[in-house]
């Protein structure tokens, strides 16, 4: 089964820096997306960013950018210019591509998650 | 569209009891997940439906719980007797057969606490 891997349980970074989050995955395929979600407090997960790994152009949305290494299978998490709303903990996932295929595996395997603090 | 919707989001029932719990996904959204959270770890998947189908089931779904999405729309997970090995976040997520490397949607959790 594959694997995700957060070495860094809690993080912490002031207001308007940047953090990164780290994130390693072990896996026989060679196709399948990865992702970083987030949790607020007492709130619902949301995608914050996808990687799909045919593709070698690392992913950026606004102030979130990955470095994706396939072959290092590591995919990290830059958050630029943090806000005190990017306090949550920080998940990262893995998909087998296989799922938009047709098959059946329909799961995200997750890591244990990162807790980030904003300081003000 | 409201998003992905959970009840209860808060149930405490003492060891032994039943609990259900019902996951409204996001309208059109033909595949529904559950998945679980214990405290200091990530989501783990219990099971998925396409449609009315349940085409993939986790081990750590044991025989005590069932799921069920009779009519492709809202899904319920049932856990009967319930053991305090029980007690963690229910997620449930939803997604389009469309979306773009199938990104799931999820709801805010039903928080279960077996005393």
């Known amino acids: 089964a594959q694997t995700v891997t957060q070495s860094q349980p809690e993080m912490s970074v002031q207001e308007a820096e940047t953090v990164t989050l780290s994130c390693t995955y072990d896996t026989s395929e060679s196709d399948y997306y990865l992702f970083w979600y987030k949790q607020p407090p007492s709130r619902q997960m949301i995608l914050v960013i996808r990687?799909?790994?045919?593709?070698?152009q690392n992913a950026t949305e606004n102030r979130f950018s990955v470095n994706f290494q396939k072959a290092a299978k590591s995919f990290s998490l830059k958050i630029s210019d943090s806000q005190l709303g990017d306090a949550a903990m920080y998940f990262c996932a893995y998909r087998s591509a296989g799922f938009l295929r047709g098959s059946t595996l329909g799961r995200l395997y997750f890591g244990r998650g990162t807790q980030l603090t904003v300081w003000p | 569209d409201t998003g992905v919707s959970q009840n209860p989001r808060h149930k405490i029932t003492k060891r032994g009891q039943n609990v259900t719990f019902r996951c409204d996904p996001i309208s059109e959204h033909n595949r529904l997940y559950w998945y679980r959270q214990t405290l200091g770890q990530g989501p783990e998947f219990l099971t998925y439906?396409?449609?009315?189908?349940?085409?993939?089931k986790s081990r750590l779904l044991s025989d005590r719980f069932s799921a069920e999405r009779p009519k492709g729309s809202f899904s319920t997970l049932e856990i009967q007797r319930t053991e305090q090995g029980d007690s963690a976040m229910y997620l449930c997520?939803?997604?389009?057969?469309?979306?773009?490397?199938?990104?799931?949607?999820f709801g805010e959790g039903s928080r279960l606490t077996v005393l």
């Open positions: 439906f396409q449609n009315e189908a349940q085409l993939e």
């Open positions: 997520a939803s997604s389009h057969r469309t979306s773009s490397a199938g990104e799931l949607f």
């Open positions: 990687q799909e790994a045919y593709k070698q």
